[in-house]
DNA sequence: CCGATATATTTCAAGCTTGAAATTTCAGGC
DNA sequence: GCCTGAAATTTCAAGCTTGAAATATATCGG
C-alpha cells in the first residue's frame, strides 16, 4: 500500500487547534491593521513607536535596551532604530549608567509621557470598539484560555 | 478639582477589552516567534512566503495579484515583492491572462506545490505544539468567541 | 595585570510592509 | 475612433524586523 513518508499524523486535535490558530490570526490583524491606521492618521506615528513608548511609560525610570527588547519580544537591532527615531523626535533619551559605559538607560522625555498618555487613552478606547463584542464575563474568559492554550515557555508575566 | 482634559472615560469595560487584547498579542507573537524561527531552520523559508504558498495551494487554478493581496490582507505592493522571489525560486509562477492584458494570474509550480505541502504538514504539528493546551471542546469555543468579539468589519469567511 | 569569556549595544544585509505615486490596460460614452 | 475614469499591477521611499557579525566594555580566574 501506498505510505507516505514517516510525517506525523495530522490529528483531529492538530487540526483544532489550526484552526484556533487562523482564527487568532484574524482577529489580530484586523485590530492590528484598525490601530496602525489610526495611529497613523490621528498621531501620525507608528505600532512599534506606540509600543515602545508604552513599555518606557510603564518603566518610568528607564529601561536598558536589553531589556526593552526582551519585554517586547523583539530582537536587539530592531529597538536601536526605533529609540533613535523616537530621541531624534525628541520623545525618548538615552541617559548613560554610571557604571556600566556599555549600557545606557533609555527614558521618555516629558514630551514623551505627555504624548504617550493621550495616544494610550484614544487606543484604549479603540481596541473596546473593535473588541467589544463579547460581555465582560466572556473577555475574561477567553482571556484566561488563551493563557492556557500556551502549553509552556511563559517567562514574565504582566 | 483638577479636571483632566475631555478624554472619553477609560470605562471598566474598555480595560477588559485591552486586557484580552493584550493576551492575543501575547500568544500570537509566542506562536509567530516559533512558526518562524521552524520555517527557517527547517525549510529556509519565512512566514510571508508560507502564507502566499498556503493561499495560494487552495486556489490550485491560481489568483490573481489583487485577490492574493485581498485574501492576505495585506498591500498591493507587498505581494509583488513576495510573488517575485517565489518564482526566482521557480515555486510560483505568474500565468498570462487571456481577456486582459493589465492582470495575471499566479500559481504554484508542481516543485511549489509539494514543497508546501511538506511545509504545511510541519506547520500543522508545531501550531499544535504551541496551542494544545486546550482541550478540543474548549479551542473550538474560544474560537467561536475570537469571531464574536470582532463587532463589525467582516467581509470573506474563514 | 592578562587573557578569556560574558554582556550591552550597534551595525549590517536581506527581506517584509505600508501608503502613495506611476504605469499600463480596459471599458463606456460620445 | 477618442476621452475619461476605473482597474490591475509595479515602483518607490521610509520604516520595521530579523539573525548574525562587529564593537566595546565588564568580570573573573590566575
Redesign the pocket.
Known sequence: MTKAKERPAPSPASKESLRLWLRILKVQRMVE?EL??RL?VEFD?????F?VMSALYRYRDGM??????RA??????????????LAEDGLAL?VP?P????????RLTKRGVELFEAQAAAHEVWVHEALGGLEGEESAMVARMLDHALTEGDDDAE
Not at 506615528?45 to 513607536?49: D, H, I, K, N, V
Not at 536598558?64 to 527588547?69: A, D, I, T, V
Not at 517586547?72 to 527615531?85: A, E, P
Not at 557604571?99 to 533609555?106: E, L
Open positions: 491593521a496602525r491606521e497613523r506615528t507608528t505600532l512599534p513607536r509600543d536598558k535596551m536589553s531589556e526593552l527588547s517586547l519580544k523583539v530582537s536587539n537591532g530592531n529597538v536601536t532604530g526605533i529609540v533613535d527615531r538615552r549608567v557604571g556600566d559605559r556599555r549600557a545606557a538607560m533609555v
